[in-house]
């Protein structure tokens, strides 16, 4: 039901909003003093699920009020796809146009709140962060800028989705800002290594999918029973330091160049919601081994986007990008990454890795967009950028739409302030 276009809601929604009636996206928000509490979002509002619980409408669903009003999404995620699937149905059932449950007396119960009054909070209680390598473009660009133009990806790179462990405790919400890194550099020229502020800070346009339900150590996920251990998706955006990145690991850089700082957007899109934009992936040849086959559509026809803001402009669209480029899909990530009896939390994050599409203008970083900075990528206030400059601001967004409707992530914003 939740996935029927035509139904409206009797709440007024712009056409162009992210957040339909079809959306329904999950997050953590306050108000003024007020404990957090798990907010969806609609048009330019939040429902307050807390109200709702607390006033008897969610009775039916058997679910503890209380679960309603925490710091993180991680205990209702860990209630079961079933369980919140069937809370996203009854929210919808509330603000579909013939529903008068709530209608008249919403605004005195204060059930809604303006997006731009709600604080939003960080949505998961990121346990454990694992970044992907997934989209064969970029592996392609990477290969052939830092290694071999006739060879660029690795052996193993069509057998298996390469990944690498990241760091949780630095992964910010939207609005955020991050200081420009300082590490250990070593240009081509230089005689030894220095130290000093990155001086190749650069974005990667990434998405990130939460699991909700635990496997178990020693157990393995197959690409069959991937989706009832993610529960949603958000942007990402994997800042890296170049520099640091290829003195310290070339071309995946898993330590200093990335864990200063990952930034997502507030709201979980549910799977639920992006069940209308499934689409094929890929042909992968060589065929892939029996644990990573799969059957079915399971990449995601979703736009995605990156802005850059200077200091005193306007933003620039410097990427138009489609998550459904990548090569390797989410359910053989988590079969992949699981079949060695890795273990799965609830609230665990995993990015796809830079997306980038095929052409130039749909390159999903810096480093690939101004080709190692051999061609700069011009602003519109006549700036030109090789990489992010202190006080930009870089914004990602994401959206798919259907029958005019649109069910989008919102965005993830983030400025670069100096080294400190
Ligand atoms: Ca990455």
Redesign the pocket.
């Known amino acids: 039901m939740t996935t029927d276009f035509s139904k409206k809601s009797w709440l007024s929604i712009a056409a162009d909003s992210d957040f339909s009636l079809q959306n329904l996206p999950f997050g953590i928000f306050k108000t003024g003093d007020k404990k957090p509490r798990i907010g969806v979002a609609i048009g330019d509002q939040v429902i307050d699920t807390w109200q709702l619980a607390k006033r008897g409408y969610l009775d039916e669903l058997d679910i503890p009020k209380s679960i309603f009003r925490k710091k993180y999404l991680n205990q209702f995620m860990a209630l079961g796809k079933e369980k919140t699937s069937a809370v996203r149905a009854r929210i919808f059932q509330l603000f579909e146009e013939g529903n008068r449950e709530i209608r008249e007396n919403a605004d005195q119960d204060k059930l809604l709140v303006a997006m731009e009054d709600a604080e939003m909070m960080m949505p998961v209680k990121v346990g454990d962060y694992t970044?992907f390598?997934s989209s064969i473009e970029h592996a392609t660009n990477v290969g052939t800028m830092f290694r071999d133009p006739n060879n660029a990806l690795l052996p193993n790179w069509r057998h298996l989705p390469v990944g690498y462990h990241g760091r949780a405790s630095s992964i910010v919400l939207s609005g955020t800002p991050l200081h420009r890194p300082k590490g250990q550099t070593k240009g081509p020229d230089d005689e030894a290594p220095k130290y000093g502020p990155s001086q190749r800070v650069d974005f990667?346009l990434?998405m990130a999918f939460v699991t909700c339900k635990e496997n178990g150590l020693g157990n393995q996920i197959s690409t069959e029973q991937a989706e009832e251990y993610i529960f949603g998706f958000c942007l990402f955006n994997?800042w890296?330091a170049r520099d640091i990145q290829t003195w310290e690991y070339v071309p995946l850089g898993p330590f200093l160049a990335?864990n200063f700082g990952s930034s997502i957007s507030p709201w979980i899109v549910t799977i639920d919601a992006l069940e209308a934009f499934r689409c094929a992936g890929p042909d992968q040849q060589p065929a892939v081994l029996d644990y990573l086959q799969y059957e079915g559509n399971k990449n995601y026809d979703i736009n995605l986007s990156v802005a850059i803001m200077p200091e005193a402009g306007e933003e620039t669209v410097v990427c138009n990008s489609n998550f459904k480029h990548m090569y390797w899909n989410v359910n053989q990530q988590l079969a992949h990454h699981t079949v060695n009896g890795c273990n799965i939390s609830v609230g665990d994050m995993y990015?796809s890795?830079?997306i980038s599409g095929p052409t130039e203008d749909s390159y999903g970083s810096m480093l690939e967009l101004a080709w190692k900075g051999t061609k700069p990528v011009k602003l519109a206030n006549g700036e030109e950028r090789k990489f992010i400059q202190d006080n930009d601001t870089v914004v990602m967004n994401g959206s798919a739409e259907k029958e005019g409707v649109r069910v989008g992530f919102g965005e993830v914003r983030t400025k670069l302030l100096p080294a400190k």
Do not use: L, P, V
């Open positions: 970044d390598y990667e990434e994997d890296s990335k990015a890795g830079t």
